[in-house]
Every structure is written in structure tokens, then in C-alpha cells.
């Protein structure tokens, strides 16, 4: 049973940066997809970001692509989001999730993931 838990997030304005903390615990962190979800009070949960752990491959969101950057530490079975040139819509509550993947090509982010963390706030003031 994996565990995820978050950190990093807070309160910023636009046009700053944040950086999100991932840690993976109780579950083999190589071959699992990562991803990093977020979902604003009323809207529906929006995946930005995922990262394959065996390979580092990562994919983005239109919405955050140039902006954000997923990363991993495999020694430290973390996972980062570094957010920069934050706007006001990126307010939100990040979630970090995992599924076991087995391969890059089903590493996506428009399929259910087994696991969560508990969610981190952001938010961007104009």
C-alpha cells in the first residue's frame, strides 16, 4: 500500500514560484507513474504534469507546459513540481498520485490512479 505525502505548497503572487515535495513510501517506486493533479473550488480535477520513475519521461499540461517542471528524485523516492511564473488560475489544491505503470506508454494522466496524497494549497494572489 503505497503512501504519498506532499509538501510545499502555500500562498505567492503572480509571477512567482513554488516548489511541491512528493515523498513515495511503502511501494516500489521504480515503474510507477507519478503524476500531479490539482482541482480549484467548483472546477473539476485537472491533471498538469506525470513522470514515468524508470525512465523520467514527463508530460504537461497545455495549461502549465513552459512553466512547470516535474522531476524525481529516485534516491529519495520523491517526486517535485517546481512552479514558476505562477498566475492566479493556478490557484488550487495539488494532489500527488501514483499507479504502478509497467512502461512509459501507459504512464498518463487521463487514467485513474490508485494512490494519493492528502493535497497541498496553493495560492496566487494578482
Known amino acids: 500500500q503505497a503512501q504519498l505525502v506532499e509538501s510545499g505548497g502555500g500562498s505567492v503572487q503572480a509571477g512567482g514560484s513554488l516548489s511541491l515535495s512528493c515523498v513515495v513510501s511503502?511501494?516500489?517506486?521504480?515503474?510507477?507513474?507519478m503524476g500531479w493533479f490539482r482541482q480549484a473550488p467548483g472546477k473539476e480535477r485537472e491533471g498538469v504534469a506525470r513522470?514515468?520513475?524508470?525512465?523520467?519521461?514527463?508530460y504537461y499540461a497545455d495549461s502549465v507546459k513552459g512553466r512547470f517542471t516535474i522531476s524525481q528524485d529516485n534516491a529519495k523516492n520523491t517526486v517535485y513540481l517546481q512552479m514558476n511564473h505562477l498566475k492566479p488560475e493556478d490557484t488550487a489544491m495539488y494532489y500527488c498520485?501514483?499507479?504502478?505503470?509497467?512502461?512509459?506508454?501507459?504512464?498518463?494522466?487521463?487514467?485513474?490512479?490508485?494512490?494519493w496524497g492528502q493535497g497541498t494549497q496553493v495560492t496566487v494572489s494578482s
Open positions: 511503502g511501494y516500489s517506486y521504480s515503474g510507477l507513474c
Open positions: 513522470i514515468y520513475t524508470s525512465d523520467a519521461s514527463t
Open positions: 498520485a501514483a499507479k504502478w505503470s509497467g512502461r512509459s506508454g501507459f504512464c498518463v494522466l487521463d487514467q485513474p490512479y490508485g494512490y
